[in-house]
Every structure is written in structure tokens, then in C-alpha cells.
């Protein structure tokens, strides 16, 4: 169970064109998700957090006109990366913890199997 | 506050054993570990809620001392499949929060 579906997997996209990523909760319903940023040999830094019905929360640096998050159903949430650079070229991946874990306690947060964004 | 990970690098042979430590400046409500190899997601090894807590794996295990505020993940007899990269992550507070993650233990098992 917890399973977070994400496409696409691999996306290469123009410079100054938007590119959407898309994370999907496929056996629980997801009120919070987590985005992150992995730029390579780094760790992941967390972006943002989507909230089913509100306005994300974004971290310290992170532009929100830039990289819009949507959270319109309780199993889905978007990443819309904007007039996107060579310098936004990295992994972004989704993550999120189903309630059965936050009951029980021992279940970690799951995460969605990424998308490798390369800006040409 | 990002957790603090040593060592950053360790390079095994097939059979060794291995002990990557995690440590936060802050109190930790919880410490979760995760492996991820090159261009896939993170997966989830195990958590420790409780000071004290210890869990294990198959030959991976975890402790977490709540009151130095750290915990260490422990590879025995480490295989070829246990190459990658180790992150610790703890939680930036209660509930259902974001989990901030250290900057990562790069374990590569040699033959």
C-alpha cells in the first residue's frame, strides 16, 4: 500500500517553456504532499508543501511564480515549473505519507519515482 | 535544520560491515533512513520513533539515542546490493510534516 505514482519519468523541454509534473496518491487520499529538488551528487531539498485545497507553502529561495504548485483533489498535486532555465535541469520528486502511517507509526513517507527535468 | 550525516563516502568489500551516523542539533521526534540508488527514488529502509529504539532489516539495523540526538544505521556482512546512497531524515516537527533530509552517506560495495 502508499503507493504515489509521478510522471513523467523524463522530460526534456525548451528554455522559457513549462513543463507540468504530475503526483498521484493511488490507495490513500493525500492532503499534504512534498515536493523536492535533487541536484546531482546533492541531497534533496525540499521545495514546498501542497495542501489539498490551499495555498502551498514554499520554502526560503524557492520562487513560487516560478514553480506553481496545485493540490485540487485529495490524490493529486502538480508541479508546473515556468519559463523553465537550464539552471532548473534536476530531479524533482513528490512525496507523501499515507494516514494509516501517521496512526501506526511505522510507515515511512513514500515517494513518487521521480522526474529527471533537462532544460535545453 | 538538516540533520548532519558522516561519514560522506565509505567504500566496502562484499562482507564488511559498515556504520553510517546521523545527528541533529535540535531534538528529534523521529529519525527515518532511506537508500537511493543513482537516478531512482529514495526507498525507505525503516524509522525509529523512540529513544533507544532499535530495528533491523535483514543485515541492516538502526539505533536512535533521543537524548544525543542521533542515530546510526549499521551494515553487516554489506553485499553488492547495498551500494548507493544513504540519507537520514528527520522530521521538522510533529505530525504530518516534511521530512528534511542530511546530505547523504555514498556506501559503494566492491567485489
Known amino acids: 500500500g502508499a503507493v504515489v505514482s509521478q510522471h513523467p519519468s523524463r522530460v526534456i523541454c525548451k528554455s522559457g517553456t513549462s513543463v507540468k509534473i504530475e503526483c498521484r496518491s493511488l490507495d490513500f487520499q493525500a492532503t499534504t504532499m512534498f515536493w523536492y529538488r535533487q541536484f546531482p551528487k546533492q541531497s534533496l531539498m525540499l521545495m514546498a508543501t501542497?495542501?489539498?485545497?490551499?495555498?502551498?507553502?514554499?520554502e526560503q529561495g524557492v520562487e513560487k511564480d516560478k514553480f506553481l504548485i496545485n493540490h485540487a483533489s485529495l490524490t493529486l498535486s502538480t508541479l508546473t515549473v515556468t519559463s523553465a532555465h537550464p539552471e532548473d535541469s534536476s530531479f524533482y520528486i513528490c512525496?507523501?505519507?499515507?494516514?494509516?502511517?501517521?496512526?501506526?507509526?511505522?510507515?515511512?513517507?513514500?515517494f513518487g519515482s521521480g522526474t529527471r527535468l533537462t532544460v535545453v | 535544520q538538516q540533520p548532519v550525516q558522516s561519514p560522506q563516502a565509505v567504500i566496502l568489500r562484499e562482507g564488511e560491515d559498515a556504520v553510517i551516523n546521523c545527528s541533529s542539533s535540535?531534538?528529534?521526534?523521529?529519525v527515518h533512513w532511506y537508500r537511493q540508488k543513482h537516478g531512482e527514488a529514495p526507498v525507505f529502509l525503516m524509522i525509529?520513533?523512540?529513544?533507544?529504539e532499535q530495528k533491523g532489516h535483514e543485515k541492516i539495523s538502526a539505533s536512535f539515542n533521543e537524548k544525543k540526538q542521533q542515530s546510526s544505521l549499521y551494515l553487516t556482512a554489506s553485499q553488492l546490493s547495498y551500494s548507493g546512497t544513504y540519507f537520514c531524515g528527520t522530521l521538522r516537527g510533529s505530525g504530518n510534516t516534511p521530512l528534511v533530509f542530511g546530505k547523504g552517506t555514498r556506501l559503494s560495495v566492491i567485489a
Open positions: 535540535k531534538a528529534l521526534y523521529s
Open positions: 501542497s495542501n489539498e485545497g490551499s495555498k502551498a507553502t514554499y
Open positions: 525509529l520513533l523512540k529513544g533507544g
Open positions: 512525496s507523501a505519507r499515507a494516514p494509516t502511517a501517521l496512526l501506526l507509526g511505522n510507515y515511512g513517507y513514500t
